[in-house]
């Protein structure tokens, strides 16, 4: 039986992607099809090109061959402007994002709201910052600092800057890199509140494989420039591809060392 979500549509569309850098070819063909309100989980080995995949998706890097849909929209190839407009729809949380730390947290939330969206209402813009630290579980810390935060706080705090835009689509690279297995677990839940309360389409890069397999809807498995197996955790953990199966099985002994 086809899963619910494959036949809900695509939110982003990528065709034949392809990026090279000098001799070096990291992506040599991606096609994914990520269903809109899902968590899809994006795998692989380190190296091997999710960042690189990631910021082509955002067109902050752009393919050299390929196509990338946001719902009807095609995104190679679209004029600069347009693509600054359609990326208000795009939230990200970066692999080692850091918040700016000669602001305060609130100054960093609202960031966006004054710089994208260019919000001048002081009192509209202190309510949106104050619901997200409500929202976040971080409630009232708007003067602190980053520097007096912890690092799963600065995470949540990343989060709460990045959802302050509303966005449709929320990039997680690596969000639990560096933290406790505790603090992980925390990160892991916002992903799925972000998911289920704000129904924003959730794309996850981790090597938090685990973690990877118990909250996405669907995952991916990148290897040497391409998805080598795609679909449900269960058919992703059935692949007849080897190294996939290698790669969980190793990740999922790891939890019992
Ligand atoms: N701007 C760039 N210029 C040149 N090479 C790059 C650039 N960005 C990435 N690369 C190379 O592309 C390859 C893939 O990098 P990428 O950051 O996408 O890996 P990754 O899968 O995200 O790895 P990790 O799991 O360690 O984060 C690496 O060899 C990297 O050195
Ligand atoms: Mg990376």
Redesign the pocket.
């Known amino acids: 039986m086809e899963s619910v979500n494959s036949a809900k549509e695509a939110i982003i569309r990528i065709r034949d992607l392809k990026k090279s850098?000098?001799d070096?070819d990291?992506l040599t063909g991606v096609n994914l099809d990520i269903p809109e309100g899902s968590i899809f989980g994006i795998v692989?080995?380190?190296?091997?090109?999710?960042?690189?995949?990631f910021k082509s998706i955002m067109g902050m890097?752009s393919p050299d061959a390929g196509r990338v849909w946001y719902r009807d929209t095609e995104l190679t190839g679209l004029p600069y402007q347009k693509l600054v407009e359609i990326r208000q729809k795009f939230g990200y949380a970066f692999?080692n994002a850091a918040l700016f730390d000669s602001m305060t947290v609130g100054e960093n939330i609202a960031f966006p709201l004054k710089e994208v969206l260019h919000l001048k209402d002081r009192r509209e813009i202190a309510r949106r910052v104050r619901e997200m630290l409500e929202w976040i579980e971080l409630p009232g810390i708007e003067s602190k600092r980053p520097d007096e935060l912890s690092g799963g706080m600065r995470k949540r705090v990343g989060v709460a800057r990045s959802l302050v835009m509303r966005p449709d689509i929320l990039f997680f690279?690596?969000p639990t890199t560096g933290l406790d297995p505790v603090l992980s677990e925390t990160i892991n839940n916002l992903v799925v509140r972000v998911n289920r309360e704000l129904g924003v389409t959730c794309i996850l890069?981790t090597?938090d494989i685990p973690a990877a397999f118990r909250i996405s809807d669907r995952l991916a498995f990148?290897h040497r420039g391409t998805i080598v197996a795609e679909g449900t955790p269960s058919e992703v953990a059935d692949s007849d591809h080897e190294l996939v199966r290698d790669f969980i099985r190793i990740s999922f002994n790891e939890l019992n060392v």
Not at 44 to 53: A, E, I, M
């Open positions: 850098f000098g070096q990291i692989g080995q380190s190296g091997t090109g999710k960042s690189v995949l890097i692999q690279d690596e890069i090597h990148l």
